[in-house]
């Protein structure tokens, strides 16, 4: 899909203040960039932001299933292939340009649905989006959308929301941008965040940026507050790939439980007791593995 409205640049850009940057915390495959009781306060909707890089092969590096309530997620790969297999939305393969999204709403557990691809190793992001009063109870949402139905603005793919005329398949709440960038070596793109969607954020799978924004490789970036547009360039040596959030700040305080993120105690009450209740019924399911060895959302 190719971009059908143009984004106005600025002729002469003032470069975005970086507020914050961060290496986040090792465990593993894993790197937790960002969670809800630290930098998610400051960056919410955005709350969660994990970086991961490992052999989907190997049963020991695999996500264990697990619950969650009043947020949405969605997973990004920057290198790799997976394969996903679903009663709702067919069979295919999550590579770079494609997403999951997974609106948990009221309750769901999950994080074995998808399984190993074609490549030895994937490398990806997964980032939860705390959900507003209307959408933190509703009923679960799942979708695996391959890159080629996902629009492409020049170096970036649209993984949610609208930008430059075109609209992301994922069933998103409004005023949410999130995009994925591979950004050839040398190469100079800017982003212009869409009216009030003043918090920003960027963090680099591979490669490292130069220029205005600077920032290697495993670094979360954390921009003021501001309605100024983001210049990123690839350093001059290889290809960069990134994500970059930006938002309408989310109003509401964050009512955190293990796995759950809610607008408030009673809220977050309702969600621990439906996720409760989902693991009896998960427990007297059995086993849900599929051919492939993935096992589907449960949402009861």
Do not use: C
Not at 120 to 134: D, H, M, N, S, T
Not at 140 to 166: F, K, M, T
Not at 217 to 223: K, R
């Amino acid at each position: 899909m190719k971009l059908s409205e143009a984004v106005q640049v600025p002729e002469a850009i003032a470069p975005r203040r970086v507020f914050h940057r961060t290496r986040g915390a090792s465990q593993g495959p894993v790197t937790r960039l960002m969670s809800p009781g630290d930098l998610g306060n400051y960056l919410k909707p955005f709350v969660f932001l994990d970086l991961f890089d490992l052999d989907p092969h190997d049963p020991r590096t695999t996500f264990a299933i697990h619950p969650h309530s009043g947020i949405a997620t969605v997973t990004v790969l920057a290198e790799g292939d997976m394969r996903f297999e679903d009663s709702a939305n067919g069979s295919g393969s999550i590579a770079f340009g494609g997403f999951e999204w997974m609106r948990a709403g009221g309750g769901v557990w999950h994080g074995k649905e998808m399984s190993a691809g074609d490549s030895a190793r994937v490398k990806g992001f997964q980032l939860w989006i705390a959900l507003g009063p209307e959408l933190e109870l509703a009923p679960v949402d799942s979708q695996y959308v391959e890159a080629d139905r996902v629009p492409a603005i020049g170096p970036a793919h649209l993984i949610l929301g609208n930008y430059g005329g075109l609209q992301s398949p994922a069933r998103s709440p409004e005023g949410i941008t999130y995009l994925l960038l591979r950004l050839r070596a040398g190469s100079r793109w800017t982003f212009v965040p869409p009216e009030r969607q003043t918090l920003a954020w960027l963090a680099v799978a591979s490669g490292e940026l130069q220029g205005p924004t600077r920032a290697a490789a495993g670094e979360m970036l954390l921009f003021d507050q501001s309605d100024a547009p983001i210049v990123v360039q690839a350093g001059p040596d290889g290809d960069a790939v990134l994500v970059i959030g930006s938002a309408a700040p989310h109003p509401h305080e964050l009512h955190l439980g293990r796995y759950s993120v809610h607008t408030s105690a009673t809220a977050l009450a309702q969600g621990e007791a439906n996720i409760e209740g989902l693991r009896a019924l998960l427990d007297a399911a059995g086993d849900r593995r599929q051919g492939d060895g993935s096992v589907p959302v449960f949402k009861g």
